[in-house]
C-alpha cells in the first residue's frame, strides 16, 4: 500500500499553503506535520536533516525528500497530476514565467509586507507595497480574458501565486484594484478540494 507524503509546515506560511492546497486539489494522499516556528523546530534536528537551509515546506515521498514550495509544486504534477503541469513547451515556458514571479515579487511584495504586519519582521514596507503593485499589475495585465494564468485549466502556476496574493490584505495591500487577479483567485478557490489559509490577526507575534 502506497503511504502518503508527508508535508512538514506551518499553517500560516503561504509556501507551505501552496503545498498542501495542491495536493488537495490534486488529490494526492498526504499527511501534514506542524513545524514549530516559534520553537525553532525549524532550525534544529530532527528538521535540519530534512532541509539544512531550515525552511519549510518540505515533503517526504518514501525515501524522496523535497524542499522548496515550487520545486515541491513541480515534483507532485510531475508525479501525480501531470495536468497540472503542461508538457507543450510553450506552456510550460510559461509556467516556469510565473514561478518565477511567485519566488521574486510576490515573496518580495505582499509576502514580505505581510510578515512586517502579522510577524514585525524588519522589512521596508515601501519597498514591498511598490514590488506588490509591480506583481499584481503583471497579473492584473495578463489575466484580461482569462480565466487562469496559463490556457484555458488550472496549473501549478495559479497555485504558486495563490496563497501570498489572496492574503496581501493581512500585509496592507489592497487588491481593490486589480479585478481580474481577484478573479483568478476566486477561480481558484472555486476549485473542487480548494482549502483556505487561516486568516492572521495583524500584529499576530510569530
Keep these: ?13 503561504g509556501h507551505s499553503h501552496r503545498v498542501e492546497l ?9 499527511e501534514m506535520i506542524t513545524v514549530d516556528l516559534a520553537a525553532g523546530a ?9 532541509n539544512p537551509a531550515g525552511q519549510v515546506p518540505v515533503i517526504e515521498d518514501g525515501d524522496t525528500v523535497i524542499a522548496d514550495s515550487n520545486a ?14 503542461p508538457t507543450d513547451p510553450v506552456l510550460e515556458a510559461e509556467v516556469q514565467k510565473f514561478l518565477t514571479l511567485a519566488a521574486g515579487e510576490i515573496a518580495f511584495g505582499p509576502a514580505a509586507a505581510r510578515l512586517i504586519n502579522v510577524f514585525n519582521a ?63 483567485l476566486a477561480n481558484v478557490e472555486g476549485l473542487k478540494g480548494f482549502k483556505a489559509m487561516p486568516v492572521t490577526k495583524v500584529g499576530l507575534a510569530a
Excluded: W
Design 122 to 184: 524588519p522589512f521596508d514596507a515601501e519597498f514591498c507595497a511598490a514590488t506588490a503593485a509591480t506583481a499584481f499589475g503583471k497579473i492584473e495585465a495578463h489575466m484580461e480574458g482569462r480565466e487562469f494564468l496559463v490556457g484555458t485549466e488550472p496549473t501549478i502556476a495559479d497555485i504558486a501565486i495563490y496563497s501570498y496574493s489572496a492574503h496581501a490584505p493581512e500585509g496592507g495591500i489592497s487588491l481593490e484594484a486589480y479585478p481580474n487577479l481577484r478573479r483568478l
Design 42 to 50: 525549524h532550525k534544529a534536528e530532527p528538521f535540519l536533516s530534512l
Design 1 to 13: 500500500m502506497t503511504q502518503p507524503i508527508r508535508i512538514h509546515g506551518f499553517p500560516l506560511s
Design 22 to 30: 495542491f495536493a488537495n486539489l490534486a488529490g494526492i494522499e498526504h
Design 72 to 85: 515541491i509544486l513541480v515534483y507532485l504534477a510531475r508525479k501525480y497530476a501531470p495536468s497540472f503541469l
